[in-house]
């Protein structure tokens, strides 16, 4: 880790949710496909011509520590060789991509606004496991004018690295912004377990422009593990819960490079949620 692990979130506070984007037991996975139906944007971002009723999945695994007092479920977002996201007809044929949008989250709405905290827990899928030599993208919040990111969680082998499989490609990391074309900073990393959950809150101070993040595994209390720092959040934008994966072998990596054929990787995701205010909650 690169960061020492502090005290928890405050107990014993109500959270105010901004947007809850847990899914009850109830739901189905056509419920997806409909804006009538779905806490997601039903159209973006996925392959074109795809439904997320077909690239979604529900796991057989318990809900993560956010799940707990919702009963709600987790879902899994899975990529193949028809994940290319085609925006304004543009095909991005370097990418291979799936990933859900909170539905009320349009780039200005409440969630970026003040000081939010989003949550979420995401652990893999062995039956659909990631190709550790690409960088995956797997949960991030992305400017309004899409030319940056304000943080990103990480996972596999840097883009642009020498290595076919780099040291830090088997761990999870949060990455700083982007904003002005700098490159993101590594501002806490950990091993990837195969059978955990792992789960967090990232706070961002939208006003003031700094991010406090607090992280645990499994079913144990959150911990700080990022004090508040300063971090460039003055394009706002919108969340991403899902699979970008990037290619190898490109100059170009939206449009061109190399990816295996008959793909099937997946990443399983629960207790998605947006708080106002700082993290108030452990569980």
Known sequence: MLASVQAAPTKGKTPEIIWDGRVPYPMSLSDFDSYNTSRYDAEFVLGARQKFSKILKFPRVMGSIFDLSTNSKPVEVTINDKSIFAPGGNPQHGFRRSELLPITNNGTDATVQGVTTFHF????????????????????????????????????????????????????????????????????????????????????????????????????????VVKTIANDATGKGQAHIGVLKLPTNSTDPTHNGYQQRKLNEGVIYGGVFVEKGAASICI
Not at 141 to 148: A, H, K, L, P
Not at 191 to 212: C, E, G, Q, R, Y
């Open 121 to 224: 827990s995401m652990r893999p899928d062995m039956a659909r496991p990631l190709n550790m030599s690409h960088q995956y993208e797997l949960v991030f919040i992305e400017t309004n004018d899409f030319s940056s990111h304000v943080w990103t969680i990480k996972a596999g082998t840097p883009f642009g690295s020498s290595m076919h499989h780099s040291p830090e490609a088997e761990y999870l990391r949060l990455e700083s912004s982007t904003a002005g074309g700098k490159a993101g900073k590594t501002l806490f990393q950990v091993p990837w377990l195969t059978s955990k959950w792992h789960n967090f809150a990232i706070t961002t101070d939208w006003v003031n422009n700094k991010l406090t993040a607090y992280y645990s595994c499994g079913y144990e209390p959150l911990r700080k």
